[in-house]
């Protein structure tokens, strides 16, 4: 339906872009070509993830271009390159499967592995089977930020320490990843319903600046005094953290970097100050001012990224809690990586729409269908929810005689199935439909993202293995 | 059923069947719980730990409010019951309803619920026999079991599928209370506790969560123990082989390991720490005589065991100092943990009587190693490991299990089996021609519902027309017999 609506613009001529991103594409998997043929071994698991980066990064481009400019060969050839990605990322799982003699979810790195191929696979799905053909736009920047993660992570192949050595949490966690997928599909989904519902473009610009005002806050609660930052201290022998006692991360201050996220922090912030005026005075001038802090602190937050880019990957730094200097690495702050380039990519998609909303709304399925879907898709979510959290119980069950210990990962699970539960409620007993369940649908993902990383990353608890 | 109550019961049962109250309270219990993730809880947290994070005021607040231990604080547990009593009420005063529709469900449409119905179609049809067989015949193979509804006056069929998806979402509150009955159950009649027992050794006893000690009416005696390391040296596996004696006489053996607990009589007993106990089991030495050639061997001694050499010699230990240190004159341990050990052995001649110090290594002002008849070299130590045992007791947790599979088959019965109901009726239209009407209705997913009921039209269409054209073909051929 969508499509055909597309194919009566007139014939764009939008070839330029394919070209450029098979060039691309085809280049960087040259490139990589020539030092696998050095090194010799063609099929391994870095090579693979390295061509599912590959891949990823030009279907998003064309998703990307596509949510531009409407042109309809865009999204084919982006669907291609998905395939590709999903190829690639597929051989990759095996073959971590293969070395490590167990299905690949025991470390965050793992995970991160399933999770990206989940969600280029429920891309795929998404768009064949529904016609939700923009999904790729947001779904596959998600899977280009997982494999860059996955590239700093550590790869090798540990061995299970005894506790994880059970079919039981292999199910738990595929369940996990699944449902998560499910619950970040949804969540798309329900932003394209509130686009699709004619919210104002200036509210996504309020939402836009706050969860950056999130993010950089998350990032600031690392300030130390005279503007460091700290980050978890990395042994680069070892390939992991450095622990002072058990569970006790060692931490070091990048000096000055806090500063520059104070500083973002403050960019980000004016949006949501000027869309405050806006309100009250509604003077248009001061959206338009709004718009352009955007753009500001856009390029404020590259200039963070690539600034902590640099002074994380090497550089020893002091600690206050240990004598002498320490390296740091990216891989000991995924989640502050992560987090930046979230940033940076959640205030591009507001630009995105902001230029071409009428295009998007084209281009989208109505609200009511996108209402429905984003139903089915929780009603998916909320089972293999339930199931992960009895997974997890009879796991727990099993390896420590208890299958409920109100640990801060379980705990959160159970926060996620009653926010679900709520919206469930809701949604069948009290007729909610549209806004209102697309909000809850929001807040679901967002406490799904806080027990997937919040809970790991802040809260101490049984669940230290991942 | 509540008229003749007096008001105040009648408002406490509204309130409490209410889905607000149980959205407040849900909401409550959310906020409740993740203040219980961010503020460090007790029982897990060393009593330490909680004195380096708050500050003594903090710390004697947040005790008083019971803000350390929410999770087994009676408030929250009081909490949770009403949970359970609000889902209970609420289903309670939705059941009648449900039960009427499921039990007796409406077959013969009227006129007023004909026109009101959402997705209806009528078919053109020769007379309401014809068109009521079809309509039969099609249902019958969408498996729907069509029912023929004869009234007074009228003729119509019905058909319906998976009507227990009406009835699903009490399945689903069911389990959630038999999962809440297990863990009231845990939480009043289990326990879980800890027990270390060093190889060759049995207990009973076991020290409890809360300090206490629980004896059993059996004991758990540790046969052999150990861990197995993966080439790197992490560890792989952790195992100890138990086994349940009652009256002195063994009941049951089982090697445990990690995720694999022995159960005995409802008492769980599951691998959860190693380690040594510090005490000395054997130690190996290679022998060999002081002066001249002579053959070395080996031998393993034990703490109170004593060697004989040769006719006139034995060895005992006469001392094992895992860690020693020499300080005024005397020989001390620094800890209980092997890092520099000594052994004092006692080489005693049984003739003259005559008893030699043989230390290893030799520590000058006690060693007399010079004077044995004998030397000794330690080769290997063994020590007395012990296994780790977490016990626990759950007599709710069958509960809990069941519960979780009749929620699964719930959900899965409240998401995926739609509940279809269809009818057909032959009615006169506007123009006075007789149609057979069809409507249907779905409780979920109406937009999949909505292709279905085309579908079952379309057939019943092309049904009535096979008939007609079979009818005219009967008819013609009587005509032709005639």
Known sequence: MARARVEQQPAATGMTLVVMVGLGVAFLLFMAFLNVVKSGNLLNESNLLYAALIFYAGAGTLYLGFGITGIPSYVRFASLSTWAGVLANTGAIAHRWYEAGHPPFASIYEMLLSFVWTLAVLTLIAEKKYGVKVIGTVTMPLAIVGVVLMQLLRTEVHPLVPALQSTWLHVHVTLAMLAYAACALSFALAMMFLIQDKVRTETFLAATSLFGIATYAGVLTRFEKWGGLSVAAWNPEEKSEVFLAKGVRLFVVIPDLGWLMLLVLAAIATPLFLYLIWRKTGNENSIDIANRAVFVSILLQVLALVFFLLRARDGRYGSLDAEGLFPTSLAASPFILSGLVGGIFVSLLYLLLLWRREDLERMLPSAEELDRITYKTISIAFPLLTLMIAAGAYWANRTWGSYWSWDPKETWAAITWLVYAGYLHMRITRGWRGRRAAYFAILGFAVVMFTFFGVTYLLPGLHAYA | ?482
């Open chain 2, 1 to 482: 059923m509540a008229g003749n109550l007096t008001s105040v019961p009648r408002k406490t049962w509204q309130t409490l069947s209410s889905i607000k109250t149980g959205v407040i309270l849900l909401i409550m219990v959310v906020i409740i719980s993740a203040a219980g993730t961010v503020i460090l809880q007790r029982p897990v947290t060393e009593a330490d730990e909680m004195q380096r994070a708050y500050s003594p005021q903090v710390l004697r607040t947040l005790d008083g409010l019971g803000l350390t231990d929410i999770f087994h604080a009676w408030w929250f547990v009081a909490l949770l019951v009403m949970v359970s009593l609000s889902i209970v009420a609420a289903s309670i005063q939705r059941f009648p309803n449900s039960w009427r529709y499921y039990s007796r469900p409406y077959k013969s449409p009227d006129e007023t619920f004909r026109k009101a119905l959402a997705t209806q179609a009528r078919i053109v049809i020769k007379d309401e026999d014809s068109g009521l067989a079809a309509a039969e015949h099609v249902f019958q193979r969408a498996g729907l079991k069509p029912e023929r509804m004869v009234r007074e006056s009228s003729f119509s069929v019905f058909g319906e599928r998976n009507r227990i998806s009406e009835l699903a979402v009490y399945i689903v509150h069911a389990s959630l209370l038999l999962i809440f009955l297990g863990g009231i159950v845990d939480a009043l009649y289990g326990w879980r506790g800890y027990v270390a027992i060093a190889r060759g050794e049995q207990s009973s006893q076991l020290e409890l969560h809360n300090g206490t000690i629980r004896t059993l009416p059996f004991a758990v005696r540790c046969d052999a123990v150990g861990q197995d390391n993966y080439a790197d040296g992490t560890p792989k596996k952790w195992w100890s082989n138990l086994a349940v004696l009652e009256d002195g006489r063994v009941v049951m053996r089982k090697e445990i390991v990690v995720n694999d607990p022995l159960v005995y009589h409802g008492v769980r007993f599951y691998q959860s720490s190693f380690g040594n106990t510090g005490k000395v089991d054997k130690i190996m030495f290679t022998v060999g005589p002081a002066n001249g050639p002579g053959e070395t061997r080996e031998i393993a001694l034990a703490p109170d065991e004593t060697l004989t050499l040769d006719a006139d010699t034995t060895v005992r230990i006469a001392e094992f100092i895992p860690d020693y240190v020499v300080r005024d004159g005397q020989v001390y341990t620094r800890s209980t943990q092997v890092g520099d050990p000594a052994v004092h052995l006692v080489v005693e001649s049984k003739k003259s009587g005559k008893a030699v110090n043989f230390w290893i290594p030799p520590i000058p002002g006690f060693e007399q190693n010079a004077s044995s008849p004998y030397k000794f070299q330690a080769t290997d130590l063994q020590m007395v490991h012990f296994t780790g045992l977490q016990v626990s007791h759950e007599p709710g947790q069958w509960a809990v299990w069941a519960g979780v599979i009749v929620m699964g088959l719930g959900l899965g019965i409240v998401f995926y089996l739609v509940h279809m109901r269809f009818w057909a009726v032959p009615v006169r239209d506007a123009q006075g021609r007789l149609v057979l009407w069809v409507g249907g209705t779905a409780n979920k997913n109406k937009d999949v519902f909505e292709q279905r009921f085309r579908k079952l039209v379309q057939d019943i269409e092309s049904e009535v027309k096979v008939q007609s054209q079979s009818c005219a073909a009967a008819h013609a051929t009587s005509l032709a017999g005639d």
